[in-house]
Nanobody
Framework: QVQLVESGGGLVQPGGSLRLSCAAS????????MDWYRQAPGKQRELVAG???????NYADSVKGRFTISRDNAKNTVYLQMNSLKPEDTAVYYC??????????????WGQGTQVTVSS
């Protein structure tokens, strides 16, 4: 009933930029927190950035000053602008969105993941 569709990943050289998008659709009553996670090969999934419905943001120390999370509530979409990319940013990036499908029912949903590869 709820779908998250990610886009924007790819191959980029060190120092380059990418912009990820994650759009939610379906039976949506309200959207709360919207987050981006990433998982590199052999490592645990980690929180990269998060944004509340009111626009408050938080970032992992490793991406502060380089990544910017934003959201468009009218489009049910969250973005991750990634600048000054480093090889260690290489990972599969997932959005995670807390969605209420009714006034008393909320759950977390994962996107399908998008590969980001930073390499020369």
């Amino acid at each position: 009933q709820v779908q998250l569709v990610e886009s924007g990943g790819g191959l980029v050289q060190p120092g380059g930029s990418l912009r990820l998008s994650c759009a939610a659709s379906g039976s949506i009553f309200s959207i709360y927190d919207m987050d981006w996670y990433r998982q590199a090969p052999g490592k645990q999934r980690e929180l990269v950035a998060g944004i509340t419905r009111g626009g408050s943001t938080n970032y992992a120390d490793s991406v502060k000053g380089r990544f910017t999370i934003s959201r468009d509530n009218a489009k049910n979409t969250v973005y991750l602008q990634m600048n000054s990319l480093k090889p260690e940013d290489t990972a599969v990036y997932y959005c995670y969105v807390v969605i209420a499908v009714g006034p008393l029912e909320a759950a977390g949903y994962w996107g399908q993941g998008t590969q980001v590869t930073v390499s020369s």
